[in-house]
């Protein structure tokens, strides 16, 4: 079989070929010569600039998984002693530039490096020196270690998680560590039982410290912390300590950096707020006016997650030097301490709220190697732009006024194809598109889902936003800042109606309606578990094809036209009377699951119907009710005609578009003996009345076709 080799391929060619690849294969390419790994390094550049982090997770020498942000933290490597191995294919490879015996990856299992527990830590090793020289300076490296008190020796960490469960041996090895991997941006440190960390200055010229340790001594580490933000958990705090920590503070003794402190006391004597306070000079704010909130975000137990800490005291204390201040609350069980790096004056006029978030923005750098896709026939623009996501095309209008009109125009034979573009609410608002399987290809999201992910500044659909480029496993996020809270979404959903046209049909998929979705206009598709609000959005979004409501209350609804009149109309459970509903609908098909509805109401509508006087538009309607009708009577009241139940019965099939489902419908069958005649074109209805429930389906046909006939009809 002929192979081609890659290193002929022109380098755009090869960009692309890479930019497709695990990241896994991209090492295993880097692994064939010195000359492809510099390839490799100049030709995705951009690619590897991407990847945030790389996070090792060890439990001992011999165990260790290898994962990285840009594979949503799913392990691509991992070591694991050789008896593991046994009973799989073993395979000889030199790696970073070692021979190493391996296990492919599988569908089930990362891609194995077998060792034994005295060469564990090379390895590591020899795999962490690798990567910085392969993917640069701008990785970070994380850490997750514990189980058997081993730390791996690695360089330039600056994330770490440690767990101690032997406190002897604890001390030193966080030491040894922290000499390798000092001024870390962050460290977590769990333990069941004390042990000398306190006087580490090592630890404490951490930026963000979380310690949690049963019964330890945290005053000496107070005392010398220099970074941003502490939190100390189970912890042994005294008075003296909380009141040197204070008394350094306003004299701009230490401290200088610390933003955040929360120290909650474990087991042992409770401070004594009031002898603290005595001894420092407290303030306290105007409890009739709305104090200040700090917000401050704190990592969860994996390193991408965060919780937002809110800390909203009265009183505060303020730093001799340059009168700035800080939130205090000192209760028997802990402190908290929050610096708002402004002074006195400006906290009390402006009662801020204050957010220290640490998400990274990263600049877009230049592609290089670009080809101008302007430069390209019509033909062939339209060739390449047809093979391109949803998201790329809009990323792509937005590059400039004249190629947004081109796009226009090169690509209306594809939009016709986009039948539906649905708004789902939710944690993050998404967009979704028929054309993608009905997955979400655009999100709207705030500031904390965007930890661990670079965001990048860019003019897209006509708005100045900050986005994180879409993913494998997660489609385009768009930042949602506070006071776009109400307007980002609708200017999206007008730049889509320009953008695409009047032939795509817009779906809202909602809980409870409310803006800023309540506020999109031209949507033909909307299913709500409630009627809230929906009178307002009819007037902004009239004439819709389909409205689905799981619960039904409102008592003005069922007299408002532009909801009577929706061609389709599905209510789950109605706690009301719906006669109003059946009395002024002019749609095509109604169904209600659980209603409440009156003999009259029923007749009426079944004599309207007969005599022309309304319903022209109207195929299907099936009722059901918690009230028992009485059919006998409703049937007494009209003409109705009845066929030979030894004669086969017609069919009647209808498809209703299921409620939670977005494509997603079920045939309905319907057949019944009982008809009736409309007056003036003699067309035919059948009718099937129970007592708890009433189902009418209209023929489109004359009495004499339909008796002749004995017809299947569908409505689909």
Known sequence: MKTMKLSRFPSVVQAEIFSSMELIDILFLSFCS?????????????????????????????????????TDDKEFMKLVPREIGRNRSIVRMNLFGIDVDCCMATRNHPFFILCNQQDGEQMLQTIHNYFRG??????????????????????????????????????????????????????????????????????????????VISGSRAGGLLKNFTGRQLFISDGIVTDDDVIQFLDSWMSSQTHQNLEYLKINRGRGTDLNPEKIMRNIDMKRFDPNQKMPVYQCDKREDVFDSWKIENFCSPHFIVR???????????????????????????????????????????EASHPRNSIKISKFSWLIQREILSNMELVDLLMMASCSQKFYQNM????????????????????????????????????????????????ISMNLLGLDLQVSMPTRNHPLMVLLHLEQEQTLLPSIHNYFLDFFGSSIKYQLNDHVLTPPLSKLKNITSTVLSSDIGVAEYLKISPNQDFIALSDFYSHLLGGNLEFTKTKVLDIGKAYRSVDDILSNFEGRQLFIDDGIISDGAIIQFLNKWKSNEGYQNLEYISISVSNP????????????????????????????????????????????????????????????????????????????????????????
């Open 34 to 70: 010195k000359q492809f790994k510099e390839r490799i390094e100049s030709t995705i550049k951009s690619r590897l600039d991407k990847i945030i982090s790389i996070t090792y997770t060890s439990s001992g020498p011999e165990y260790a998984t290898i994962s990285s942000s840009n």
């Open 134 to 211: 392969f993917f640069g300076s701008s990785i970070e490296y994380h850490l997750k270690a514990g189980g058997r008190n081993y730390i791996p020796r690695l360089e330039n960490i600056k994330n770490s998680m440690l767990y101690f469960g032997n406190e002897e041996a604890a001390a030193q090895l966080l030491d040894g560590y922290l000499t390798l991997s000092p001024s870390q941006e962050y460290i977590a440190v769990f333990s069941s039982g004390g042990f000398e960390y306190e006087r580490s200055l090592k630890l404490a010229q951490t930026n963000v410290l979380d310690i």
């Open 320 to 362: 001799d030097a340059d009168q700035h201040v800080a939130s205090l609350q000192i209760t028997t069980r802990g402190i908290q301490f929050a610096s708002w790096k402004m002074t006195e004056e400006e906290v009390m006029r402006r009662r801020i709220q204050k957010n220290f978030q640490r998400t990274p923005l990263q």
């Open 408 to 455: 226009k125009s090169l690509m209306r034979n594809r939009f016709d194809k986009i039948f539906t573009i649905t708004y789902e609410s939710g944690i993050s608002p998404c967009i979704s598109s028929s054309s993608c399987g009905d997955e979400p290809f655009m999100s709207i999201n705030r500031i904390f889902d965007f930890r661990g992910r670079p965001r």
């Open 629 to 716: 009708l009485n059919p006998n009577q409703i049937m007494n009241s009209i003409p109705i005609s009845r066929l030979d139940l030894s004669d086969q019965l017609p069919v009647h099939q209808v498809a209703r578009k299921d409620r939670y489902g977005k494509h997603f419908w079920r045939i309905r069958k319907f057949s019944s003996p009982n008809y009736i005649v409309r007056d003036s074109d003699q067309y035919v209805a059948s009718i099937l009345i129970t007592a708890d429930n009433i189902t009418f389906a209209a023929w489109n046909m004359t009495e004499n076709e339909f008796l002749e006939k004995r017809p299947v009809k569908r409505f689909y």
